[in-house]
């Protein structure tokens, strides 16, 4: 069935405002507005300034702008004139096409619109300089709050505008973004799903043009009808060809939204179509069923009139299917979450969130590239246990995302690589190690690590992993349990009971405690080792072990040496903190990744390698925690009651 577009000015109630307050004050936009009015004056936005500042970082304006608000502009400023549309988009002088792409699409779905631009907000009695838009930021909304001064050169706006230039909604929400983000110069440049999941909430897919499944043409027809945003691009091979012009009137490299698809009877067949805008509000396609060609002269009124067809240049066109396919290379859909879709939209998702991170040398393995480290990624476990509706199928999307990135480009930072492969398991509870993850068969998808969040040269990425399912969804991540296996505390061997290897132990023990003594000092132990060992820090009790703790730990000392020569693989005299993961588990130590970051950042080095003495030190610290940790607890109970001064003498100790 065609997806019929909704009548852009009929309006849905607004969401209820539960957005977190982003304001440094502290204060809503309710509270900052009330005291403008209290104190009669205009709002001024203090975290984000009218100055050079929160234009660009790298670079001053190319000429002076002035900030002016819309009263100063023209004589009748409207928040939002005769419904807010996509015409009311159009780019000014700044390379945020994806940005405008998405707000596009965004005013297809009235809904979503009307949580992201809240209404209520105009320039009539009570305005008071101050608006408020909402965006979705890593499982949160957040309402960011501006001031309405706008970057002006000439009385005319420099940036993002509607075409009515008494309209300003779309200009002020593109200020409210470029300050969730840090400056204007930082929405240059980026992809439209970006901006799509910061409005909606929902989780993106991407898709090759040319790689595109058989049945694309229903898949964006059913993305459509559900209410997802849908973006599309041409690929550039190289910089010259950014946003240039091709004979047909497409621009490369240049981001355009689809605001419909359908099909229509032409000269005895059906032929599919799908309509596509141009934010820059003109500039065409000129091909067939452009505006102005012949096929549109075969069409009955009536046709026309349900395809919305205009022979305007407002960078709006309709184009058949197959030549979409043909000139486009990349499409985008942001499949929305329950909570942006209407109460009747057929296909709802059910949606999980992780967040999470990657700690260099603990979970951060890289790509398949890396098979000796690729393991120990995160590892997450799916079920599905719905088919979708009429199908034989389960349909899922995962996605990854990294945080911060945009904001944090004037310091520096950039988009890294990350990607994900897919296994099809038997349901199970712990990871994979490598030799498990050999095994398992890899369901086809995109093997492409994108510069979307972070893979390589990563030292502490946090990061949001999303999966969404149309139908019942149980997942988690697999990360085993902690889990201590220790042997019992063997019981003291009588003098007269002892091997003959027991009976030289304890000589060994008296020429280093001395004839008069039943104990050894700790520093006398830190001498000897240290000529056997190196450095070695222990934390040891009262700093002083009778001969039945000297056995245990030298038996454990053995042990703990074994296993550093038997995980350092290569010989090299340190352990990888990769190897570090598989002989704390032979040691006994089953750890999650939380406890694996913690540890490496303790005590890997730069290069991420462990020293033989920091080994003993992790290794001992472990044992006295668990050791103490299983004296203290309750039978069968994973947890132990502590008043304060307990605490404090615990880790003081341990």
């Not at 102005?292 to 002269?297: A, F, G, H, M, V």
């Not at 979450?337 to 967040?355: F, R």
Request: charged residues 25%; glycine residues 6%; aromatic residues 12%.
């Amino acid at each position: 069935m065609p997806y019929t577009q909704r009548d852009p000015s009929t309006r849905a109630p607004p969401l209820p405002q539960n957005a977190c307050a982003t304001h440094s004050s502290g204060q809503t936009y309710q509270e900052l507005k009330l005291e403008c009015q209290q104190k009669e004056t205009l709002f001024e936005d203090c975290d984000f300034p009218a100055s050079d500042s929160s234009l660009f970082y790298s670079e001053k304006p190319p000429v002076s702008f002035v900030w002016k608000r819309p009263g100063e502009i023209v004589k009748d400023p409207q928040f939002i004139l005769g419904g807010a549309t996509r015409t009311d988009i159009c780019q000014g002088d700044l390379g945020d096409c994806w940005l405008l792409a998405a707000i596009a699409s965004l005013t297809l779905n009235e809904k979503v619109l009307a949580r992201v631009v809240p209404l209520n907000q105009d320039f009539g009695p009570g305005y008071a300089g101050i608006f408020h838009f909402q965006f979705w930021q890593y499982n949160e909304w957040l309402d960011v709050v501006i001031d309405d001064r706008l970057p002006t050169f000439r009385d005319r706006l420099v940036f993002l505008h509607s075409a009515d230039l008494n309209e300003f909604w779309s200009a002020l929400m593109e200020k409210a973004y470029a300050k969730l983000n840090g400056s204007y110069e930082a929405l240059k440049g980026g992809s439209s799903i970006e901006a799509m999941e910061d409005f909606t909430g929902g989780v993106g897919e991407t898709f090759e043009v040319k790689k595109a499944p058989k049945n694309f043409y229903e898949l964006l027809q059913r993305a459509l009808k559900r209410g997802s945003m849908v973006g599309c691009s041409i690929d550039i091979s190289n910089a010259a060809e950014s946003e240039a012009r091709t004979p047909t009137g497409l621009i490369k490299g240049h981001a355009y939204s689809v605001t419909d698809i359908d099909e229509v009877n032409y000269q005895g067949q059906t032929v599919r179509l799908i309509r596509v805008r141009n934010p820059w509000g003109q500039v065409e396609w000129n091909g067939a069923w452009s505006d102005n060609s012949s096929e549109w002269d075969s069409l009955s009124p009536s046709e026309k009139q349900q395809l919305h067809h205009t022979a305007l240049d407002d960078g709006e066109f309709w184009m058949k299917f197959e030549d979409f396919l043909s000139h486009f290379d990349k499409v985008e859909i942001c499949n929305l979450t329950p909570d942006a879709l209407e109460d009747n939209a057929a296909h709802k998702w059910e949606v999980s969130i992780h967040q999470g991170s990657w700690v260099r040398g603990a979970t951060a393995g890289g790509c398949r590239n890396f098979i000796e480290t690729f393991w120990t990624n995160p590892q997450f476990m799916l079920q599905l246990t719905e088919k979708d509706e009429d199908q034989d199928e389960c349909t899922f999307v995962a996605a990854l995302m990294q945080k911060n990135r945009r904001k944090l480009r004037q310091l520096g930072a950039a988009l890294l690589t990350i990607g994900y492969v897919i296994y099809e398991v038997f349901l199970r509870r712990t990871p994979f190690s490598k030799l498990g993850l050999s095994r398992c068969a890899e369901i086809p998808s995109p093997r492409t690590f994108l510069k979307c969040a972070g893979w390589r040269k990563l030292i502490y990425n946090v990061w949001k992993d999303r999966f969404l399912k149309t139908g019942f969804m149980f997942y988690r991540e697999m990360d085993g349990n902690v889990n201590i296996d220790l042997p019992e505390v063997p019981e003291p061997t009588q003098p007269q009971e002892e091997t003959e290897e027991e009976k030289q132990f304890r000589d060994l023990f008296k020429q280093i405690s001395g004839p008069a003594s039943q104990l050894i000092k700790m520093i006398d132990l830190i001498r000897i080792l240290d000529s056997l060992l190196a450095e070695c820090m222990l934390f040891i009790g009262n700093g002083k072990l009778e001969f039945n703790e000297f056995k245990i730990f030298w038996d454990n000392l053995k042990k703990w040496i074994s296993l550093y020569l038997h995980f350092d693989s290569d010989q090299c005299g340190t352990m990888s903190s990769h190897e570090l993961r598989l002989a704390l588990k032979a040691a006994g130590f089953q750890l999650n990744n939380h406890l694996l970051q913690l540890i490496v950042l303790r005590y890997a080095d730069d290069q991420q390698q462990i020293e033989f003495d920091d080994f003993l030190n992790c290794l001992i610290r472990l044992e006295n925690a668990s050791r103490v940790f299983q004296a203290l607890c309750v039978e069968n109970r994973d947890f132990i009651n502590l008043q304060i001064n307990e605490f404090i003498c615990l880790s003081m100790n341990i």
